[in-house]
């Protein structure tokens, strides 16, 4: 541990993260109106065993108790996402006061305790209304986002400095309207990638609306990238490894920072549609000069040429490798070479790890904790390949744990466990993890620098 804290400047960014609807609950309080969540959830085979966000972890009425918990891990920063539809219900128009008012209480709360907040505006779940108008696949719904963006930056810019866009743009549009995994839940391929383009765009049309008159500020988007290799190195499988880093992570790192979509890509999906949703004069719009790029890192994707003769699917290799409760190959390694290949191939720009974690089966709690040494281990191997890259040249800047708290894990329910901190979903009680304790150390150490 000691080691490890040496390896980080005094300034290191130390947070922990969460999402609105993953923690919320009090979904029909103070005027919220639906999101797609809510509709998808409802839906049964949706999500496991049916779980819902309807309740959560009722961060909505315990947000005191969980401001003191990060406050006495000792943490720098909190990131988490606003409702769209707590603060408009319907998507566009009509602002609702109580909505907006909670997230202002949020931020006061964490200034109090000496945190950061780090507010994301879209993490995935956007308002019904909006989607019944034809959801992420139509252009308006972008121009609708800059527009929240401004109503939110209005209430909270004079507090907030470090804001955020969009969170991981690929599962809102490949998993939400192309495998149709996550809400909305369409299979329409085409659709996910004109999606993925009007994702892009809302990101881009406000970041000068969260400028604007607020010098201060600070404005970034968080990706969710992957390290993508060849099953071996035949050389049989590059293409199918260029494919996939191509959609996984080059299709949005290069429109955003780069201006431009990839080409290679662009032909790739040549046949399937949605492209045309791609207006030349967007590009400039959504490469917009960022502060920060928020990486969110989990796992490394091998991948091999489909057997079938001229057939052009990937194949997705299961590896026998050690694995989390997700199923995700345990692999600190490839956040060093995303690392490397962000540092590499685009401008420079001050990247922070905006989620990293796990789920482990911590179900028990036994003297007051959990003994979460799995986690711990994650977490370790992560922040070593981090700080190696570090000191290779890449500038990374702070680290957020995914996450806080146990929660709604989308499609999984409450059946994947990824807090550091332990929450009994019967009686909503929280119990930080021996990994919480050991993150609060070594953020204090690295912090105060002391020598070993
Ligand atoms: C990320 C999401 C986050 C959480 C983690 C495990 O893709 O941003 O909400 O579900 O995965």
């Not at 961060?59 to 401001?67: F, N, Q």
């Not at 996984?248 to 949605?274: K, T």
Request: aromatic residues 10%; negative net charge.
């Amino acid at each position: 541990m000691s080691a490890l804290s040496q390896r980080f400047d005094p300034g290191f960014v130390w947070g922990a993260a969460t999402s609105a609807y993953q923690i919320e609950g009090a979904v029909k309080e103070d005027g919220r109106g639906p999101s797609i969540w809510d509709t998808f959830a409802a839906q049964p085979g949706r999500t496991f065993d049916g779980h819902t966000g309807e309740v959560a972890v009722d961060h909505y009425h315990r947000w005191p108790e969980d401001v003191a918990l990060v406050r006495e891990l000792g943490l720098d920063a909190y990131r988490f996402s606003i409702s769209w539809s707590r603060v408009q219900p319907e998507g566009s128009g009509r602002v609702e006061p109580r909505g907006l008012a909670f997230y202002d209480r949020l931020v006061d709360g964490l200034l109090e305790a000496g945190l950061e907040p780090w507010p994301t505006l879209f993490h995935w779940d956007l308002p019904q209304a909006l989607e019944d108008a034809g959801g992420w696949p139509v252009r308006d719904t972008a121009e609708r986002f800059a527009d929240y963006a401004q109503i939110v930056a209005d209430a909270l810019g004079d507090r907030v400095r470090s804001w955020t866009t969009t969170n991981e743009p690929w599962c809102a549009a490949f998993l939400g309207y192309g495998a149709g995994i996550h809400a909305p839940g369409r299979t329409e391929p085409a659709a996910a990638l004109a999606a993925s383009h009007h994702l892009h765009l809302a990101h881009g049309l406000a970041v000068p609306r969260l400028r604007e008159g607020r010098p201060e500020a600070r404005v970034g988007v968080t990706l969710n990238l992957y390290a993508v290799s060849p099953a071996d190195d035949t050389g049989r499988h590059d293409d199918a490894a260029r494919r996939i880093d191509g959609l996984m992570n080059r299709w949005f790192l290069d429109p955003v920072l780069l201006g431009r979509y990839p080409q290679d890509v662009l032909e790739d999906v040549a046949g399937v549609g949605g492209t045309e949703a791609i207006r030349a004069e967007d590009l400039a719009v959504i490469a917009a000069p960022l502060d920060f790029l928020g990486i969110n890192y989990y796992s490394r994707h091998v991948v091999a040429a489909s057997p079938w003769p001229g057939a052009s699917e990937v194949d997705f290799v299961n590896r026998e490798w050690p694995k989390t409760a997700s199923g995700w190959d345990i692999d600190p390694a490839g956040l060093g070479e995303v690392l490397r290949q962000v540092h590499r191939d685009y401008p420079s720009i001050p990247i922070y790890i905006t989620e990293n974690g796990a789920a482990f089966d911590d179900l028990e709690v036994r003297d007051g904790t959990i003994d979460d040494q799995d986690r711990i281990d994650f977490v370790a191997g992560h922040l070593e390949a981090l700080a190696d890259a570090v000191d290779d040249g890449v500038d990374v800047r702070g680290y957020f744990a995914w996450s806080l708290l146990d929660n709604f894990e989308w499609a999984e329910g409450y059946a994947k466990r990824f807090g550091i901190v332990h929450v009994d979903f019967d009686t909503l009680v929280r119990t930080p993890k021996a990994s919480a304790r050991w993150f609060a150390e070594l953020a204090r150490a690295s912090s105060t620098k002391e020598r070993a």
